[in-house]
């Protein structure tokens, strides 16, 4: 039987609540599955700021995160594990936890930051968490067993964002997890690290247990991904703004790419590519809420029934609009504007051009007085802050033309500053002002996403 992979985020290995709802979810499971956490919530960002303490020379601050992260983990272990199993957790979690005094114990760290020790000291999170979690699950009568995920995940040494050899990974992994799964065992790896193949621990970058178990995922052809959380699944749109929201159960992984963006709670995009190669669907699910149906994302959805998939939107855009008239249509116009993007680390996101002009919208103001100065050079600027992006998200949106002005009209009176059409036409794009967000969701919202039948959930 083909396994899968459970992958349980920050808040679903938060506390002892916490742990019960994942223990009871891999224990109804009767496929093999495979366990992946991340570091207990709020953890990374503690090692985080350790790392920083720790090159500041600061010993009193590096002494009190150290404590924190101590009794965290002492006071959940005293929680989720039997007495029994503490025995063997505890000696475990304190050479963890030595290693990471040794590592950030100033002022031998005043050559900080060396990104192998950082990464050294972010995966400590992953490497607690994932013990405790073992002890937990095994505390409840599960043959939970510990595999390192420094043994398994082979990296190259791009410490903070490592990139993963996926061959080596999947040797080493299929080898540890097959063991495991023939004696009947539930694997449980710390997400987020690995190492290279000299054995150098490394980290995928923030956020990368999600990765981690997308990899993983592949390199067992797994079934599925579940990927448990604390939200139901990906909505239809944001319910701060649209209190009808309603959850989407299928999304294409393209779909599910350009509503990353949006910072809507489903994977990075870059996270789900291992899956989506090997055409495994992975499940955003709410750990708080394990018979929802959550939402799947896969190659193929089944085909839908609404118009649309989904409404995402962001406030805080800035849109540059940039006229040249003389320079425009020159060949290389566009290079040297967006070399001065380049050169000032600054993303965009939406783009628009007409002959003599190019509207650009960003998120990232950081650059934003530098940027137009050198853009000034060769081109009269405007600038709008207080904008914000619409898109409207759905693989219909290429079948029917007609959808197109049904959205226009639906909008009604409300000024469209900028708009943007794929020519995949899987997204459309609409860029407003702030203040009329709010409405223009509303809109759309209303014409386009009835609410689901009752029983449909
Ligand atoms: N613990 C890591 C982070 O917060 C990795 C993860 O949770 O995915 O970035
Ligand atoms: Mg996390």
């Known amino acids: ?38 570091a207990l919530s709020g953890v990374t960002d503690l090692l985080v700021t350790l790392g920083e303490l720790a090159s500041a020379g600061d010993a009193a601050g590096v002494g009190r995160v150290l404590e924190r992260l101590r009794s965290r983990h002492a006071t959940l272990a005293a929680e989720a594990v039997t007495e029994r199993e503490r025995a063997t957790l505890t000696p475990t979690l304190d050479a963890t936890l030595d290693e990471l005094h040794t590592l950030t ?3 031998d760290t005043r050559v900080w930051p060396s990104p192998r020790d950082r990464d050294a000291v972010h995966a400590c999170g992953e490497q607690l968490s994932s013990r405790l979690i073992t002890a937990a699950l095994r505390s409840r009568h599960i043959d939970a067993i510990w595999i390192d995920a420094t043994d398994v995940l082979v990296t190259d040494d791009t410490h903070g964002r490592a990139h993963p050899d996926v061959d080596a990974t999947t040797a080493a992994l299929t080898g540890a997890v097959s063991r495991v799964f023939d004696g009947g065992g539930v694997p449980v790896i710390g997400g987020y690290i690995g190492a290279t193949p000299d054995g150098v621990t490394t980290t995928l970058g923030r956020g990368g247990s999600d990765y981690s178990a997308s990899l993983f995922g592949a390199a067992l052809g797994a079934a599925e991904i579940q990927i448990w959380t604390d939200v139901d699944g ?26 990353a963006y949006f910072g809507a709670k489903v994977l990075h995009p870059s996270s789900v590519q291992p899956a989506v190669r090997a055409g495994i669907p992975v499940r955003i699910l709410n750990a708080a809420n394990p018979d929802g149906v959550g939402t799947t994302i896969s190659a193929s959805p089944p085909p839908r029934v609404e118009a649309m998939t989904a409404l995402a939107s962001k406030r805080g855009v800035t849109v540059i609009e940039i006229t040249s008239a003389r320079m425009l249509m020159a060949h290389g116009f566009l290079q040297r504007l967006f070399a001065v993007f380049d050169r000032l680390e600054t993303a965009v996101n939406v783009v628009t051009t007409s002959e003599v002009n190019v509207s650009v919208t960003v998120d990232d103001t950081d650059r934003l007085d530098a940027l137009v100065a050198e ?40 000024p469209v500053r900028m708009v943007s059409q794929s020519a995949s036409r899987r997204t459309v794009t609409f860029v407003l002002r702030e203040s009329d967000l709010p409405q223009a969701l509303a809109g759309l919202h209303d014409r386009f996403f009835p609410p689901p039948p009752k029983d449909a959930r």
Do not use: W, Y
């Open 375 to 414: 853009l000034r050079r060769f081109a009269e600027v405007v600038v709008e802050p207080q904008m914000a992006l619409l898109c409207v998200v759905g693989e219909n949106l290429h079948e029917d033309a007609r959808l197109f002005g049904q959205i226009v009209t639906a909008l009604g009176a409300i």
């Open 105 to 107: 114990r100033p002022p």
């Open 1 to 38: 039987m083909a396994p899968v992979v459970l992958k349980f985020g920050g808040t679903s290995v938060g506390d002892a609540a916490a742990i019960g709802r994942l223990a009871d979810i891999v224990a109804r499971e009767v496929r093999p599955r495979l366990v992946v956490v991340s």
């Open 234 to 259: 990906m909505l239809t749109a944001d319910p701060r703004i649209v209190p009808t929201a309603h959850l989407v159960p299928h999304l294409s992984f393209a779909e599910a790419a350009e509503l």
